[in-house]
């Protein structure tokens, strides 16, 4: 679905009492003039930006990289409020400096001792945060815990990470393809390790742009199924091509790029000893490296277990851009808080992560 045909929806998530509220002057309403006209609502998933969305995020970040100074006071008053169940470095610090960037102040809330409905009824909390601030930021263990605060919040939400999507790191992955690349439908992404959260924003990332991605990874640890339909259905109207397999080398020839992430994610600790035995095979070497293009450039979201996923070797070498997609996290985040805030018509629809 298209970012306007998302605008364009009636909520039947947004309860009667939150749609009321929405009305009354100063009480939870969005104000006039906040969200930019045809885009979403919330960013739980990549699938609310839709190829329409992905793409104007994309453009805007490329101009607002280029011409910061015209954007420093886009966001004068807006206030961010960030909760995160996880740590951060990337995540938290790009969000804060785009934020301010853009003339608004960000909030934090460290909420990686309980999980954040652990004090209170989260649509309680949601009902809370909507009085006062004008966006809302998640990094979560459970994606449902973003859907339910995008459910009951009149204000946008934004997915910073959580155990299904990582939608911002894949903006910022494919802004630095573009970079390098142009055309992004004429790339193909190699991605070999576990079907996580970041492999599914680069299926779902990857199928709204028409571009082409091999993703190989052990048996037992594909991306979730319903992940990879929802990014083949998108494929099916852009021309997209997705390929899974389990053999590394296979994913990895002739690719242009080749992306890795960590085999153990948060949360899955206890897994490391019996992951550590199966994933080996999966590590991004220069002898696997060699097997892409000769112009491939190597990826990672970070943090890295070097000498692990990848070696120190591929991770500092020249086809490394590493640290150009940790940079282009501060871009692409800076769009998507200046298409939802910035522009005009922000109306109360929800987004389809349902």
């Known amino acids: 679905m298209s970012a306007s045909a998302v605008v364009a929806r009636k909520s039947p998530l947004l309860p009667q009492e939150g749609r009321n509220r929405a009305a009354r002057a100063g009480h939870g309403a969005a104000p006039a003039g906040t969200m930019q006209k045809g885009f979403c609502a ?39 409020v960030m909760f995160f169940e996880k740590p951060s470095l990337r995540t938290r610090l790009t969000f804060e400096a785009g934020m301010a960037s853009l003339g608004g102040t960000a909030m934090f809330v460290d909420q990686t001792q309980e999980r954040l409905d652990a004090r209170e009824k989260l649509s309680d909390v949601a009902r809370n945060l909507e009085r006062w601030v004008d966006v809302i930021v998640l990094r979560t263990f459970s994606q449902e815990t973003i859907a339910r605060m995008a459910e009951h919040a009149s204000v946008p939400v934004i997915n910073a990470l959580s155990d299904r999507e990582h939608p911002c790191q894949a903006l910022a992955d494919f802004l630095t393809l573009r970079e390098r690349f142009g055309d992004l439908k004429n790339i193909r992404l190699a991605y070999v390790g576990d079907g996580n959260n970041v492999a599914h924003s680069l299926l779902l990332t990857t199928a709204c742009l028409g571009s082409s991605i091999r993703m190989a990874t052990p048996a037992g ?25 389990n053999h590394a080398g296979e994913a990895v020839a002739g690719a242009d790029a080749v992306y890795t992430d960590a085999w153990v994610s948060m949360g899955q600790e206890g897994e490391t000893e019996k992951r550590e035995k199966i994933f080996p095979p999966y590590q991004v070497n220069a002898e696997l490296m060699a097997k892409a293009a000769p112009h491939a450039l190597f990826m990672h979201c970070l943090p890295a277990h070097r000498g692990r996923e990848a070696t120190d070797e591929v991770m500092d070498s020249e086809q490394s851009v590493i640290f150009e997609q940790a940079e282009n996290r501060l871009h692409a985040q800076k769009a998507i808080l200046h298409l939802l805030l910035g522009g005009a018509d922000r109306r109360p629809a929800r987004s389809v992560h349902d």
């Open 42 to 80: 919330d960013v739980v998933s990549t699938r609310d930006l839709g190829p329409e969305g992905v793409r104007a995020v994309l453009d805007l970040a490329a101009v607002m990289k280029a011409r910061a100074a015209d954007f420093r006071r886009t966001l004068a008053g807006k206030q961010m």
């Open 221 to 245: 640890y594909e991306p979730a199924a319903d992940m990879l339909e929802a990014a083949r259905e998108i494929a099916r109207g852009t021309g997209a091509e997705i390929e899974l397999m």
